[in-house]
Structures are given as C-alpha cells and as structure tokens.
C-alpha cells in the first residue's frame, strides 16, 4: 500500500463520514490548525523526561486534542462528538488548582522562562489559532461541537497556566511587560467577571438581537422598559444573524429547529461579546447551556395564533373547501386539519411581510401567524385576520413571551434584568416549558400547551396530535407549582398514547415543519 493516494492533486480532502471539501475550507482550516497544535504539544512532551510530573498529563491532553480535531473534522450527524463536558471541567480543575499555587500578577506576562514554559506558551498560541479558525467556521453556519469550541478556550486558560507553573516550579522568575501601568487589578481572577466589571463602570451593555423587523421592534420595545427600571445604563443593540436567518428558504427542521434562531445569540453571549440577548421565548429550548439562564420573562402579549385570510369577511369555518393555507408549523397544520380536513397545507417561510405578500400575490388563501407578532408590527388593525382562540388552536410553548437571557456569572445585569420579569407570565410559561420537556423537549412534532392563572392556582392545557389531525390528545389539570403542573400533564397525556404519537411523527414525517 502505498502511502500517497492522489486524491489531494486537486484541492480536496475527505471529511470523516466520507464527504469532500477544499483544502482551505474553514473546517478543514480548523482541524489543520489542531493538528498543528498537537505537533507542538508533542514537541512539548519530547523535552520533558517521563518521571516528569507533566509528562503523563500532557501525553492525555495530546489524546483529547486529537479528539477534539476529529469532531470538527466530522460533519454534522456522521458520529456522535467526542469532546464532552466531562473534559472542560478537567481542564477547570486543573487550571483552579496550578493558579492557586502562583503567586499573583498584576502586569502582562511575556513567553519565556525555561524551555518548557516557553513550549507551552508555543501551545497556547497554537490553541488561539484553532480557536479562531473554530469561531470562522462556526460563523460559516456549519455544525460545530460546541463542547469543543469551549473545550479549546478552556484548553489555552490551561497553557498559559501551566506555563508559569513550570516557571514557578524551576525557580524561574516571570518576565512582565514593562511598558503598561497595572492590568489585573480586579476582584477576582475570572476574565469574564473581570469584563462585567469593566462594561458596568463604562455604563454601557451590548444587547443582542436578530436582525429581522420583528425581532429589532421586539428588541427595542422590551429596552424601552429596561431603560424604565434602569436609567442611567446606555444599552447597544447588536444585531446577529442567526443560522435560521442565513438559510431562509431551508426547512428550518433540516437546519437545527427550534435552537436555529437563538444558538447564535447564545454563543456571543458566552464568549462575552453580547451582555445580554433578547428572544421570543417560543424559539428557546427546555434545555439551555449550563453558563446561560433566563433572567427573566416579561409580560405576555397575546399568545394566540392568527388566521390572516386573503378575502375579507371568510373565517376558518366558512373557507372554500380545499383552500391553500400557508403554515411551516406542524402544531398549526395539525390543529387546521383537525378542524377542516380538507384544507390543502403548504409550507411557508420568510419574515411577516414576505409571507402577507405570497399571500395577496395569490400563493395561499390564508396563512397563519403569532398574534403577538401582528401586534408588535402595528399590523393588527390594518390586516384581516380571525383571532384562534385556544380552544380552537393552542399555542407553542412560550408563544407571545420575550425571554431575556444572560450569563450566569454577569450578576450586575442579571440583577438589572430581573427587574422587569411578570411573576404572573414567568410561572404560566415555565409549566408549558416542563410540560414540553416531559415530553420531548423539542418540537419536531404537533405540541402545543397554553398556561393562565386560575384563582389561587394555575391551569394548563397540553395537546399532542398526528400530523394530519387525526388524532388530537389534549389534557388540562390545575396546581400551584409549574413544574409539577407541567410534568403531570404530560404523565397522563403518555398514559393517552402521546409517545406513540410523537415516535410515529418522527418517523413517518415526509415535510417537516416548526412551531
């Protein structure tokens, strides 16, 4: 066998799970920075001796590194990641606990020492390299383990750590920078605490958004309020194109569901970039990242979805038999269905105006819409549309509710966004998120579930259905703790048949839809 195949004479390589790309495609820029890295983690490891207390560790570090080159070698869904959670706090702990034996610095450090120290600063540097080409490919809208991304921050915060341990450990003195008055005179050591602090006395935050019409009008409403509660804070708004914004005209299944509309703003967040992000709560998974939280949710606009008919005065009843209705929701297609078999469904995309548009120009007789968007837009009272109740169609999880979402260390601005949370708004959708949870957690099925004070308790209603509206499965029950509340009325909607329903649809959908 020999050991040059040709295959590379034109540019390409393969990717694992046997796909082709350039040789200067970002993702194979990506693994080829790594790679990189793992050469001179392995000219690190050749000049310690194998009694050294750090050869064995780097040599598993090497193995993680590999691995982690490997996973952003793999597109999406050819293999489960490698690089799990499990490693990051690894390197945490290891980093907690080579710092807790320095001494304190208050000036920049610059590579040198020992031969050692100067080889793993080499690391870090590599490892920024491919932490760069990393965020580039993840800006290119290709699949990224995020677990790696993070893994590879983490792993430079280890270099340099372990640099100066290595210093330490030989006697050796640091070299500062000289040119520079103090640097590091913060309260603690995290970089991000020390950011917060820096953003909170310019009394200034960066606010993420996505850039659509509706979610800038959105944005900008929930700020007005902020400024309300918080006065003397100059908030700018960042505008993020999100993948599910990049790739418009795709089936938003196809490209991530419901996480494609939000996980952009999430990794900004978590890199620092953004101070906090403002979402619509129906487009947030159950399950966010564990440096992440809801700081809180405002107050409800109308939950309901609207009917928007091209001619005046039909309604959902009085539609001419197989009328074209334009929705990309598999809740509303079913919920449709259900009452009128024999509505032809179509799938829609595009912003508000784009899908009112296709419908005037004839593409549809009438497409649904959140009520709540209608009405942020001012587009209530100059379209005709019939309001659905939920009786006749409940709403996703979250529908009409703005989320605001921070890191969990930014305590300044986590304080200032808990301001404005509705106790009221905030219970009722954390019952219709657990129910969802309890169930699937995403909604790449017919789900749906509405919450609202009832008296001294709350009630909510959940539905499960077949995608086409067969079988609808609704169930409503009362209590006091949302969660509770949420998890009991998924219980006995598995005890109806509802995971029969929900395995069915995912294995015999043929279009595939969103709420």
Not at 33 to 57: C, H, P, R, S
Not at 238 to 260: E, F, S
Not at 311 to 323: I, K, Q, W
Not at 383 to 398: D, F, N, R, T, W
Request: proline residues 3%.
């Amino acid at each position: 066998m020999s050991i040059y195949t040709r295959y590379g004479d034109q540019g390409f390589t393969r990717l694992v799970g046997g796909g082709r790309a350039k040789k200067n495609a970002p993702r194979v820029q990506t693994y080829g920075a790594i790679d990189t890295l793992n050469a001179q983690v392995g000219l690190t490891i050749a000049g310690l001796e194998k009694e050294d207390l750090l050869y064995a560790e780097l040599v598993q570090v090497q193995q993680w590194i590999f691995d982690c080159g490997s996973d952003f070698a793999t597109p999406e869904e050819k293999r489960p990641y490698k690089v799990e959670g499990k490693l990051i706090k690894w390197l945490e702990e290891k980093i907690d606990l080579y710092w807790s034996k320095l001494p304190k610095i208050n000036q920049f450090i610059l590579p040198g020492g020992t031969v050692a120290a100067a080889n793993l600063h080499l690391c870090r540097c590599f490892t920024r390299e491919a932490e760069r080409n990393a965020v580039d490919l993840f800006e290119h809208q290709e699949a990224v383990n995020m677990e790696a991304l993070k893994f590879l921050n983490r792993l430079s915060d280890y270099f340099f750590v372990l640099a100066r341990w290595v210093n330490n450990q030989a006697g050796q003195s640091e070299i500062f920078y000289e040119n520079s008055v103090s640097v590091f005179n913060r309260k603690n050591d995290s970089e991000k605490s020390y950011l917060n602090e820096r953003r909170m006395r310019m009394k200034k935050l960066k606010v993420g958004t996505r850039g659509s019409k509706l979610a800038t009008t959105q944005t900008k409403q929930a700020l007005a309020i902020f400024k309300k509660y918080n006065p003397d804070v100059e908030v700018e708004l960042v505008k993020i194109k999100t993948k599910g914004d990049h790739l418009a005209t795709h089936n938003l299944q196809a490209i991530g569901g419901q996480g494609c509309f939000v996980r952009e703003l999430e990794y900004q967040l978590r890199v620092g970039n953004i101070d906090f992000a403002i979402h619509s709560l129906k487009d947030i998974p159950t399950t966010i990242h564990d440096e992440l939280i809801l700081a809180c949710v405002m107050k409800r606009h109308s939950p309901t979805d609207a009917l928007i008919i091209k001619e005046v005065g039909y309604t959902l009843n009085s539609l001419p038999r197989n009328a074209v209705v334009g929705t990309s929701s598999l809740r509303r297609k079913a919920q449709l269905l259900h009452a009128r078999p024999d509505f032809n469904i179509q799938p829609i995309r595009g912003n508000i105006d784009t899908r009112i548009r296709k419908m005037n120009e004839g593409q549809y007789d009438a497409i649904v819409l959140a009520l709540a968007g209608l009405e942020r837009l001012g587009l209530d009272q100059s379209v005709y549309h019939q309001e659905l109740s939920p009786k006749i169609m409940l709403p996703a999880i979250g529908q009409g509710a703005i989320a605001l979402e921070c890191r969990k260390d930014n305590k300044e601005v986590l304080t200032m966004l808990k301001k404005m949370e509705h106790k009221e708004t905030a219970i009722a959708v954390t019952a219709e998120r657990a129910f969802l949870n309890s169930m699937d957690g995403s909604c790449t099925f017919p789900v749906g579930a509405y919450s609202l004070p009832k008296a001294n308790t709350y009630e909510l209603t959940g539905m499960i259905g077949s995608e086409n509206g067969e079988i609808i499965l609704k169930e409503t029950m009362q209590g006091n703790d949302p969660v509770i509340l949420g998890k009991a009325v998924a219980a006995k909607m598995i005890q109806q048949g509802a995971i029969s329903l929900i395995e069915e649809c995912k294995n015999d959908q043929k279009e595939t839809f969103i709420h």
